[in-house]
């Protein structure tokens, strides 16, 4: 065990005892990364902190399940994906948007690495719930279509024609933001 686990190692055997110093301390260790994440597939922050808040419940209910010499980290996050994933279905958010609406634009051939974060977050946002978790979970978590259909229980090719469909729609939001920041006026 080295010195940087021996901190949380600590935390979660204080978490297996119902011990509420621990669970805030574990709580506030992991939020940032929790919320990051959270606010991927939420509507907004307050949907974000509630799954986040619910997904820290499970933790709490079910770490005498966790086995202690595996990571921490990976655990929680499908704990949290999970939550999220459950949240989309409980909704029944599968409806289904026209998107000839959306039209293939191209992206202007620019760096959008300097696009803000939280820009980046409202964009996704903007998608359908359908098409945001697809694109979260394949894009940002790296799962195949095989697991998302299954997840989502949906079809393979449903998660491909979302995933192309959201991709289609981001480029539409992005044409957007840089036409929006090309009207800005100079100062100077």
Known sequence: MNQETQPLLSLLKGCLKND?????????HFYGYALSISLRYSDDRDEAVELLNLTFMKVFT?????????????????????????????????QTVDLEQAKDQQVPEQ????????????????????YRAVFNLYVMEGYTHAEIAEMLGISVGASKSNLSKAKR???VVLNEYFEEDYKQPEHG
């Open 20 to 28: 509420r110093k621990s669970q805030r301390n574990l709580y506030q």
């Open 111 to 130: 760096i959008i690495s300097g696009i803000a974060y939280a820009d980046i977050l409202t964009m996704i946002r903007k998608l359908s719930p359908a």
């Open 169 to 171: 729609n981001l480029r």
């Open 62 to 94: 079910n770490l005498k399940d966790f086995d202690i010499k595996r990571p921490f980290k990976p655990w929680l996050r499908k704990i949290l994906i999970n939550t999220c994933i459950n949240n989309f279905r409980k909704k029944k958010m599968t």
